[in-house]
């Protein structure tokens, strides 16, 4: 009797700390990313607003078209990934073994919100959490 009142709970608990999608995304304890800067736009929403479209809004991509951003393996070479956002790229790429041909227009970010951004992405669906900074992307763009 006890147990069937603890699951609902647990599962609401599930659900409100996960990133992306629902209504509890606004909660996302990581949205905030490394913007602490005033009026500065939450990896989340920068996220939503020029991600989301491509990869979903839990970062699944679409099977074929999109490669996913959770769990995906690209992650592992950071500078690959900020330069991926930077740059954008066309033709063949292979995510968690799957190949994929399609183009990303390169991102019209500045170097804080793509850390912010790729911070929000690395923190949520398994992607193991690790920081992007501002520097790191500043780094990339210059090195090209
Ligand atoms: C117009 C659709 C579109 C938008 C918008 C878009 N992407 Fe992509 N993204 C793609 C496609 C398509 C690829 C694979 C490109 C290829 O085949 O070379 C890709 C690849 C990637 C990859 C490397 C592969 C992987 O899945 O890990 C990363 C990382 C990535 N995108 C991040 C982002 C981030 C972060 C944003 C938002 C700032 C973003 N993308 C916005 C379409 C998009």
């Known amino acids: 009797m006890k147990l069937l009142h603890i699951i609902p709970a647990v ?15 606004g909660k996302n304890p990581y949205q905030t990313g490394e ?19 491509c990869h979903m809004a839990s970062g699944e991509g679409i ?17 690959m990934t900020i330069h991926q956002v930077i740059h954008g790229s066309s033709g063949e790429i292979v995510v968690n073994g799957k190949t994929y041909n399609n183009t990303m227009p390169p991102q019209q970010l500045n170097d804080e919100e793509v ?9 949520c669906w398994d992607n193991g959490g690790a920081k992007v900074t501002a520097e790191e992307v500043k780094a990339v763009r210059a090195a090209k």
């Open 35 to 53: 913007t602490a800067t005033a009026g500065a736009k939450s990896g989340e929403s920068i996220y939503k607003t020029n991600c989301a479209s």
């Open 115 to 123: 850390a912010a951004v790729l911070t929000y992405v690395y923190a």
């Open 11 to 25: 599962a609401i608990l599930i659900i409100a700390a996960s990133c992306g999608g629902g209504d509890n995304a």
């Open 63 to 79: 099977d074929k078209v999109y490669p996913p951003l959770a769990y995906s393996d690209y992650l592992k070479d950071k500078t």
